[in-house]
């Protein structure tokens, strides 16, 4: 009887640490695949916008077909974004600044032609243009909203991967930690507003 003492001791070890480091992996894999569904949110929401690109553009075409310059912009800024994908399992810090500087672009070459509105009277009364701009406000509201959301999933899945002895496992079942999503640099600071021009 006690030489089976020994063997059933150890097969119960054996039985707690595989229900133990089992629970853990499927927590992980849950808690990364509701990382990655907001992660394909956000990519959404930036879809979402690039969409209604060629419609403005067209629109902003109709009534300001000289500025050349600021429609190429945002036609190029559009490529440029949409060129961007990022593998929502492995998002290196590098990987989302590029993203975000791709995203960046867009948004700094739609305020431009937003901006066309103020120097055309008639593209500023026109409905369809009116309702592109209502579209992007909404998007961009979106996209703030689905940044939100994917760094509340992320949360979680990061302290599961980084509590010990998490840490020790993540790294035997090669788990990656996810980044935030952070705010452009620059951002904390407010903008100047000189209404004397």
């Known amino acids: 009887m006690k030489k089976w003492i020994l063997p059933i001791i150890i097969i119960i070890f054996l039985l707690i640490a595989y229900s133990w480091i089992k629970g853990f992996y499927n927590n992980a894999i849950t808690l990364q695949n509701s990382a990655t569904k907001a992660w394909g949110n956000v990519e959404s929401s930036y879809q979402r916008r690039a969409d209604l690109i060629p419609s403005l553009v067209n629109t902003v075409k109709g009534y300001a077909a000289h500025e050349k310059e600021t429609l190429e912009g945002v036609i190029q800024a559009r490529a440029n974004a949409t060129k961007i994908s990022i593998d929502p399992t492995n998002i290196t810090p590098e990987k989302l600044a590029e993203f975000q500087q791709a995203q960046q672009g867009i948004s700094g070459a739609l305020s431009k032609l937003l901006f066309l509105q103020e120097a055309y009277p008639n593209l500023k009364a026109d409905q369809q243009f009116l309702e592109l701009q209502s579209q992007l406000e909404g998007t961009e509201n979106r996209i ?54």
């Not at 991967?161 to 930690?177: E, M, T, W």
């Open 144 to 197: 703030n909203v689905a940044r939100d959301r994917y760094n509340e999933a992320v949360e979680p899945y990061r302290n599961h991967l980084q509590k010990f002895p998490g840490n020790l496992l993540a790294g035997l079942f090669n788990l990656n930690s996810m980044e935030f999503f952070k705010a452009k640099s620059g951002a904390e600071d407010a903008p100047e507003v000189d209404f004397s021009k």
